[in-house]
């Protein structure tokens, strides 16, 4: 017989047969695999340095070594190990392609002379030495870096907190022959069978990609040349089959997206980087069509001054457009947490970083893994240049399925910009048939583009595309029955989107993740130090741009930069949501504390200098600073020795300064400053109504003449007067299960991601706070300021203290909270059911406020039982309404009439010990009459997060006792910054917002002598054609719903 009888085929024995014959598993004495690799020898020079810290090459080559053993285990975790490995390969092995195959079970990289060549883990454990072996490469010696550390961390399981302990061993170190012939032929039939699995029933190609295969394994059988490359000639006659012209492109990206801290820390990540980029780009001299997109300027900086060599290697591919930077951001920012401002700070580091670098900015924006998008994003990623963007995570949702992966995303003023999800749900595929099928298969938008995008790569702990990836690629690019494959830059994909971007469809206001909502509240104490400290950015900013201004005084640019970057690597969306380890908490509270160090220096010789104080010299005035763009009047607390200042000389004579004597001593003042500017000491003209506080029927009744509360023993507001309507801000409850400012425990076990996720079902487990460690007693009773205190018990080892404030003149009531947390698994929530009736709630968001749906009427309305915002929220009637200030939270939800702010978290992973301990944090309850608008409740919340400036300074040399270096006539428009333009010494930058929703026109008044103002987008790149007049100091402004402007001001001709 010439060949072979014809057999009936079962599918399932031929795919399996198929399996087998590639497995490494099973089989592997008479299967290809087992000849992938031909001879083998040990390498048996190898010697250790011992445990280390992650020290650099140029140290690791000056240690002692000494011999190390296969079997070897090193540990324990975090520790870093060098090895010094030499290797004599065979003369025989001359002509053939040989590897070293190292397996530490771990993180490494490898080094020869200071190159760091490629990284190891568990997805690459071999390093070609040579792809065909010359007589003068058979001695070689290298260094190898081995991290104890997985690519995931150090937990038992995924997202558990590492173990402290951990040992990994040495299990491998051969070089090997490798048979790159077998090689190709597993990657045909890798590609064959992933085709016969993916591809539906009635797809002939189905079939012939099986059958094909299963011809290739009798051709392969005996494992000859020979046969291999009739083999390889079956496949490359189906590879050739090409596609029509109506075929989908899918556009293939090289990716390994790198969490800067996640499951590690912060200085594991450098190395992350460099073990991820150096092997990426050395794939690229074997695969010319290979393009790899990375993101975050501050990794750039990173592997820039750690890795010099590799930096100057990665410059040359950005130059050549294969190693190409996006996103133009320091990091890959949380979505949702982070301020307006510090969304601007991260596209004016980024982009400027880019173009310093490599002369390029950014022109798509890339965060493929944060947990939401904020509605303002659209505006401000314009502003900085940019009109694309590309993520990933919503596909994660839980409850709806998003409907596009290609389309046009509306900002909350109108700013579009051209968005891509991947149909494929991953940015870290292994370019499998199947991710490229379902590239098109799940394209929402299917007749209105035609083009996809493939992110391909190991990512989180990096990792990036490997030679297999490339080499599926390779084939698939233009199969019939598979969609194109085009190796595409973000800009090419882009490019050919928007020829079709007119039959896209718009999605309009915030892109909101329906999972992990956790985020909003785990890790507390990060929260609550990120919002001091973008006010404390703000305030020194505005300081030293008065200086500048007024007393030609060097700003601090080179400070403010580097306390900047520590902000915004901190506000990695891994970090500030909460979602990382223990160690990385503590090493992002330690860039925290010293910001607020050098940040506190900064702002005492700032107030110092703009008083032109003389040291030693004259008595000390009190001088105050309100960095706001509105006059403030408040009560403020002064020490003991500033309380001296304010008493006259002359005890027969009075003064008009209203202070008083807390019950602690200090020196409580009512003092008015103007709009962003300064005053010594003064009070408002008209006499406060003191405020009063009484114990009566059991409850605590505080009246300052605009609010009454009346406060039972368990300090829950029972009512709260709004004197001026006559109306209770609570709705009374016949059931007495809801009052104002109730304290509710939840049962909080999510499914899976600990720290992440509240559940929906929790809201079933509600209970309330009622047992009492000592009830309400006045606390406060000095006129000007009263207050009650009272202590709750949460169980055995965890309590509330709680001080309620009524200040004269406040149209808020103060819960002033210190939380003893040691729970497992609950959540702290606060409670108000408001006596207002609205469909919906209102939250602020950067630069703006979204509004979201109090009921349940769809499957969309009701996902959103946990959501994001800022300083406050609020309910609101026609003609009433009540909102909720906050100094350091971001977790609402609003049911009905209930509004609820979550508190504190207790989950155990990946960080055991999240949140517990004690806490202290402030939230207030401002009932209005009219729109928050009109109650100024947006300008409230600054107040309340951010205290005016108090010092006490010897000898002033002011023009003034009162001084207001800018005011807006409008409250619609908010001035936010005020900073020294980057590449100016003689111009500020200001930046404003229209905060209330409506077309506002206004005047900017400065009493500063500016010659010129020109609009310029946040990159601080000037628009010609927009100079705008300045006249006496007046600039008129015209703003757009919720839209932002920059504005930069010179002393001199711009």
Not at 459 to 484: F, S
Not at 751 to 777: C, F, G
Request: glycine fraction near 6%; hydrophobic fraction near 35%; include cysteine.
């Amino acid at each position: 017989m010439d060949s072979l009888p014809v057999t009936n085929k079962n599918w399932r024995t031929t795919f399996e047969r198929i399996e087998k014959f590639i497995s490494n598993t099973y089989f592997t004495d008479v299967n290809l695999y087992g000849r992938l690799y031909g001879e083998r020898q040990s390498v048996d020079d190898i010697s250790t340095s011992g445990q280390t810290g992650r020290i650099s090459y140029e140290t690791a080559i000056g240690l002692e070594y000494k011999r190390a053993t296969i079997g070897q285990s090193f540990g324990p975790t975090w520790a870093t190990h060098w090895f010094l490995i030499c290797i004599n390969i065979p003369t025989e092995w001359i002509g053939k392609e040989v590897h070293l195959i190292w397996n530490s079970n771990s993180e490494a990289m490898i080094w020869k002379n200071g190159v760091a060549l490629q990284g190891f883990n568990n997805d690459r454990n071999d390093f070609i030495i040579s792809k065909q072996l010359r007589e003068d490469q058979l001695s070689h010696t290298f260094h190898i870096e081995m991290a104890c550390n997985s690519m995931s961390g150090a937990g038992d399981h995924f997202i558990g907190p590492p173990k402290p302990d951990k040992m990994f061993t040495l299990s491998t170190c051969q070089i090997a022959i490798f048979n790159r012939q077998v090689y190709h032929l597993i990657q045909d039939l890798d590609i064959f069978l992933c085709i016969a699995k993916e591809l539906s029933e009635d797809n002939p190609r189905k079939y012939q990609a099986l059958y094909t295969a299963n011809e290739m394994i009798n051709l392969s059988r005996n494992h000859e040349s020979t046969g291999y490359s009739k083999a390889h000639s079956l496949s490359s006659e189906f590879f050739n089959q090409h596609n029509g012209d109506s075929q989908l492109t899918v556009h293939a990206m090289g990716h390994a997206h790198i969490d800067t801290a996640w499951l590690w820390q912060y200085d594991e990540t450098k190395r992350k980087c460099a073990r991820s980029w150096a092997s990426s780009i050395q794939l690229m001299d074997s695969y010319p069509e290979y393009k790899f997109v990375c993101s975050q300027a501050q990794q750039y900086e990173w592997v820039k001054d750690s890795y010099p060599e590799l930096y100057q290697r990665i410059s040359k591919f950005v130059d050549d457009g294969r190693f190409i930077p996006v996103g133009g951001t320091w990091v890959e920012m949380d979505g949702n947490l982070p301020s307006g401002e510090a969304f601007v700070r991260q596209f004016i580091y980024g982009q400027r970083f880019f173009q310093k670098e490599f002369g390029i900015k950014c022109k798509e924006f890339w965060l493929p893994d944060t947990f939401g998008y904020s509605a303002q994003l659209p505006q401000i990623m314009s502003s900085a240049g940019i009109e694309r963007f590309l993520t990933q995570k919503l596909s994660w949702g839980l409850i709806n399925k998003f409907p596009h992966h290609t389309f046009w995303w509306e900002g909350i003023d109108g700013t579009k910009c051209l968005t891509h999800f991947p149909p494929a749900d991953s940015y870290g595929t292994s370019a499998t048939a199947a991710d490229v099928l379902n590239s098109v298969g799940k394209l929402k938008d299917k007749g209105r583009t035609k083009n996809t995008v493939l992110l391909f790569g190991f990512g989180d702990g990096g990792g990036g595309p490997t030679e297999d990836m490339l080499e599926r690629l390779d084939r698939l690019k233009d199969v019939d029955g598979i969609p194109k494959i085009s190796q595409s830059t973000p800009d090419q994909f882009f490019d050919v989107i928007e020829k079709e971007s007119s039959n896209l469809c718009r999605w309009i206001g915030e892109l909101y993740l329906e999972l992990h909502q956790g985020t909003f509240t785990t890790q507390a104490m990060l929260k609550k130090k990120n919002r001091k400290l973008e006010f404390m950015m703000h305030n020194i900013e505005f300081i030293y741009s008065m200086l500048v201004a007024v007393n030609d005084i060097k700003y601090p640019s080179m400070q403010l930069d580097n306390m900047w970057k520590k902000l915004l690597i901190n506000q990695f969306h891994d970090v500030l949501p909460g979602s990382c380890i223990e160690l990385v908490i503590q090493d992002a509270l330690k860039l925290y504390d010293e910001i607020e160090t050098e940040g506190n220096s900064l702002l005492q010789l700032g107030i110092k200098a703009l008083t032109r104080h003389k040291d030693n010299e004259g008595e000390k005035e009190i001088f105050i600073i309100n960095t706001h763009c509105w006059d403030r009047s408040e009560v403020v607390t002064l020490s003991g020795d500033i309380f001296k200042l304010t008493q006259p000389k002359n005890k027969k004579q009075k003064t008009d300064i209203k202070t008083a004597l807390n019950s602690c001593g200090e020196t409580l003042a009512l003092v008015e400053v103007p709009s962003m500017g300064y005053s010594i000491l003064q009070s408002p003209e008209d006499k406060p109504i003191p405020c009063t506080v009484k114990i009566e029927d059991e409850f605590a009744i505080m009246d300052n003449g605009l609010l009454t509360a009346y406060i039972d023993r368990t300090g829950r507001v029972c009512k709260l007067l709004h004197k001026r309507t006559g109306r209770n801000a609570f709705k009374e409850d016949a059931s007495e299960a809801f009052y104002g400012n109730q304290f509710v425990l939840f049962d909080d076990v999510p499914l899976y991601w600990d720290a992440w996720d509240v559940m929906d079902y929790h809201l079933e487990t509600r209970s309330p706070i009622t047992n009492i460690k000592a009830q309400t007693s006045i606390t406060e009773d000095c006129g000007l300021r009263c207050a009650v205190s009272y202590k709750l018990a949460i169980s055995e080892k965890s309590w509330i203290k709680q001080d309620i404030v009524l200040d004269a003149c406040a149209n808020n009531l103060v819960f002033n909270t210190q939380v003893e947390w040691h729970e497992s698994h609950k959540l702290l929530k606060v409670e108000f059911p408001l006596d207002v009736r609205t469909l919906n709630a209102t939250y602020e968001i950067q630069f703006g406020h979204v509004q979201r749906p109090t009921h349940g009427n769809t499957s969309w309305d009701w996902a959103k039982y946990e959501v994001v915002g800022h300083k406050w929220a609020d309910m609101s009637e026609f003609g009433f309404g009540v909102s909720l200030l906050n100094d350091c939270k971001y977790g609402f939800s609003a049911k009905d009439n209930v509004l609820s702010m979550s508190l504190l978290r207790s989950s155990k992973s990946p960080d055991a010990n999240a949140d517990m301990g004690t806490h202290h944090f402030n939230y207030s309850v401002r009932p209005h009459t009219g729109t928050f608008q009109e109650a100024r409740v947006v300008q409230a919340a600054y107040d309340f997060n951010n205290p005016l400036q108090v010092m006490a300074v010897k000898s002033p040399t002011l023009d003034a006792k009162i001084m207001s270096y800018f005011k807006v006539s409008n409250p619609a428009i908010i001035l936010d910054t005020i900073k020294k333009a980057e590449d100016r010494d003689d111009a500020l930058v200001v930046r404003l917002y229209e905060a209330y929703g409506g077309h506002s026109t206004g005047f900017l008044i400065t009493s500063l002598p500016f010659q010129h103002a020109i609009r310029c987008n946040i990159l601080e790149e000037l628009k010609p054609t927009e100079t705008i007049d300045i006249n006496n100091g007046t600039i008129q402004l015209h703003m757009n719903p919720f839209q932002i402007i920059s504005l930069i001001l010179s002393f001199d001709l711009i």
